[in-house]
């Protein structure tokens, strides 16, 4: 009941935070709107210099209010995200060990910022891509994108990118709990690199080398320091830990650990029955 009791309480915490960030993110809709329409609108004014008529618009006689009402939702789940996390945090944290702990703050801690130089990154090579596709638009035709389509396929490609920059802190998780070596990391140098460079030339199909360049240069950079902190981080385990090289022995030879384990005295007593 006291778990259930804590629980009620951080959630109702949360949601009151989620409430008034919404309220501000209803007062500042107009700033948030001009923000996430600035890509396209730059894209825009490069196209109606070629001739072509683009422009954001609305289709139905609700959709201005759902969407002030949606963008005021995630802006509100977006500024009280400090204050849900913190609250989720310490509801999990009585069933961590210390260790435990150590870790997930280090790992959120480097999260946060890597998730946010994703989506700035993305934020900034967005008008290049909505160039690309919409320079597909036939001269002399109009291209009228629905609002809540175009803020969908921003978001979506914005959390895609920022994802992407969690890939490092992924694969040194999966080292730290030991599931992968920096050895094997390594080994795979070529599928990162060409699996990077395919992720970067998804997220820019004109093709463009700067803007390939300015998404896989980071990636790269990050994963491989990633690689880097697993070799670090094996020498210190083995170090702390020793032990023998098991794919060097025969499957005949005996292992050193039957070796090392104790053998209990036969009891003089114990004559076999079944007592």
Same mark, same amino acid.
């Given at each position: 009941?006291?778990?259930?009791?804590?629980?009620?309480?951080?959630?109702?915490?949360?949601?009151?935070?989620?409430?008034?960030?919404?309220?501000?993110?209803?007062?500042?809709y107009d700033q948030i709107f001009t923000f996430l329409a600035k890509p396209l609108e730059d894209v825009v004014a490069q196209q109606k210099a070629s001739g072509l008529d683009i422009r954001l618009v609305f289709t139905g006689i609700s959709d201005p209010f759902n969407l002030k009402l949606k963008i005021s939702f995630f802006a509100g789940l977006l500024f009280a995200s400090p204050v849900w *996390?913190?609250? #989720?945090?310490?509801?999990?944290?009585?069933?961590?060990? @210390?260790?435990?702990? &150590?870790?997930?703050?280090a790992f959120v801690a480097a999260a946060v910022p890597l998730f946010t130089a994703g989506v700035?990154?993305?934020?900034l090579v967005l008008p290049g891509v909505l160039n690309f596709m919409l320079g597909f638009t036939p001269v002399g035709a109009s291209n009228f994108p629905r609002v809540d389509e175009y803020l969908t396929f921003e978001l979506k490609f914005l959390a895609l990118l920022g994802a992407g920059f969690l890939?490092?802190? *992924?694969?040194? #998780?999966?080292?730290?709990?030991?599931?992968?070596?920096? @050895?094997?990391?390594? &080994?795979w140098w070529r599928w990162i690199i060409i699996t990077t460079l395919i992720i970067a030339g998804l997220c820019t199909p004109n093709g463009d080398p700067v803007t390939m360049s300015l998404i896989a240069a980071p990636l790269?950079?990050?994963?491989?320091g990633a690689v880097g902190l697993a070799l670090l981080n094996d020498?210190?385990?083995?170090?702390?830990?020793?032990?023998?090289?098991?794919?060097?022995?025969?499957?005949?030879?005996?292992?050193?650990?039957?070796?090392?384990?104790p053998v209990e005295p036969a009891d003089p007593l114990d004559d076999g029955a079944t007592r």
């Open positions: 009941m006291e778990h259930l009791s804590e629980f009620r309480s951080r959630l109702l915490k949360s949601v009151l935070a989620i409430v008034v960030m919404t309220i501000v993110g209803w007062i500042f *996390l913190w609250q #989720l945090w310490r509801f999990v944290t009585p069933g961590l060990h @210390k260790h435990e702990r &150590r870790y997930a703050i700035a990154l993305g934020y890939t490092p802190l *992924l694969l040194l #998780l999966l080292n730290v709990i030991g599931l992968l070596s920096g @050895k094997r990391m390594l &080994r790269l950079a990050l994963i491989f020498k210190r385990r083995a170090r702390l830990n020793p032990e023998p090289d098991y794919s060097k022995m025969s499957d005949d030879e005996a292992s050193p650990i039957a070796d090392a384990m």
